[in-house]
Structures are given as C-alpha cells and as structure tokens.
Nanobody, 114 residues
Framework: QVHLVESGGGLVQPGGSLRLSCAASGSIFSINFMAWYRQAPGKERELVAIITGGDMTNYSDSVKGRFIISRDNAKNTVYLQMNSLKPEDTAVYYC????????WGQGTQVTVSS
C-alpha cells in the first residue's frame, strides 16, 4: 500500500515563503510524474505545478516565477518551494503521484494572511 505524507504547511504573512514536502512510502514503482494541486474554499481543485521523471516542469500562470517544484527520486519525495506568497495562495495543497496508479496526499493547509 502506498502512502503520501505531506508536511510544511502553515500560516505565513504576505511576501513570505514556505516549503512543502510530500514523501511517498510503500510499494511504488516507476513514478511517471509528481504534482501539486490546491483547493481554496468554494473553488475547484486546480493544478499548481508538475514535474516529470525527466525533471521537466510546468506551472500554472498564477504561480509562475514564484513557486518551484522539485523532486528527489531516491527518496520518492516532491517539494514545492513557495515564495512571494499572496493571500490568494491560501488553500489546501495536495500532492499527487502518478505511477501505475494515481495517489493523493491528505492535504496540508497554507494560509497567507497578515
């Protein structure tokens, strides 16, 4: 069984930074890509950033230039470095791993507020 454990969320002031981590444990092989999604209250879940096995990355327009996604293949871990945070970045952030099956993390709350 595969588990995704997220960490790093919290409360931060506008302009601040946070780093999210998501570690995959269990029998997981041949990860195709890893990604971060977020869901704000009353809104649909949206893709924030994605990284492929070849380390190609893509970002939503709303976070491009501020967020950086990276991965450590040896640790089956994906990271999201979030800089210059804005109140509109407030959401529950979920990691997503696509291997032979799809896996979701439990979500971690990020709140950007003064």
């Amino acid at each position: 069984q595969v588990h995704l454990v997220e960490s790093g969320g919290g409360l931060v002031q506008p302009g601040g930074s946070l780093r999210l981590s998501c570690a995959a444990s269990g029998s997981i092989f041949s990860i195709n890509f890893m990604a971060w999604y977020r869901q704000a209250p009353g809104k649909e879940r949206e893709l924030v950033a994605i990284i492929t096995g070849g380390d190609m990355t893509n970002y939503s327009d709303s976070v491009k230039g501020r967020f950086i996604i990276s991965r450590d293949n040896a640790k089956n871990t994906v990271y999201l470095q979030m800089n210059s945070l804005k109140p509109e970045d407030t959401a529950v952030y979920y990691c997503y791993v696509r291997a032979a099956a799809a896996y979701w993390g439990q979500g971690t709350q990020v709140t950007v507020s003064s």
